[in-house]
C-alpha cells in the first residue's frame, strides 16, 4: 500500500519556524523519489524541494533556498523539511510528493505518482 502522511504545519509568525515531516510506507521508500510541493489559495501547485534520483543532492525552488532544508532518514522512512525565516509569502497547503520515473522533470508536480494529504503553514504578518 502506498501512503504518504505529513503532519508539522501551524501558524507561525514572520520569521519564525517549521519543520514538517512526511512518513512514507516502506514500498516507497525504496523505489520513488520524493519532495515538497506547496498550493496557495488561488495558485499553482509549485516545487518547493527536492532530492536527486540518488538522494545524494537535494534542490530548492529560488524562494526558499537558503531558508528551507529538506532531509531524509532512512531508518524512519521519513522526509523533513526544515523552514526557517518564514514570511507571510510562505503561507500554503504543504504536500509531499513521490514520483516513480528518473526520466520526469523533479520541479513539476506532473512528474509525481503519489501525494499526501497536505498540512497547512500559515505565517501571520
Known amino acids: 500500500q502506498v501512503e504518504l502522511v505529513e503532519s508539522g504545519g501551524g501558524v507561525v509568525q514572520t520569521g519564525g519556524s517549521l519543520t514538517l515531516s512526511c512518513a512514507a510506507s516502506?514500498?516507497?521508500?525504496?523505489?520513488?523519489?520524493m519532495a515538497w510541493f506547496r498550493q496557495a489559495p488561488g495558485k499553482e501547485r509549485e516545487f518547493v524541494a527536492g532530492f536527486s534520483w540518488s538522494g545524494v543532492d537535494t534542490f530548492y525552488a529560488d524562494s526558499v533556498t537558503g531558508r528551507f532544508i529538506i532531509s531524509r532518514n532512512a531508518n524512519s522512512y521519513e522526509i523533513n523539511l526544515r523552514m526557517d525565516a518564514l514570511k507571510p509569502e510562505d503561507t500554503a497547503v504543504y504536500y509531499c510528493a513521490a514520483r516513480a520515473s528518473s526520466f520526469t522533470d523533479y520541479r513539476q508536480k506532473d512528474s509525481y505518482d503519489y501525494w499526501g494529504q497536505g498540512t497547512q503553514v500559515t505565517v501571520s504578518a
Open positions: 516502506g514500498s516507497i521508500w525504496n523505489a520513488y523519489n
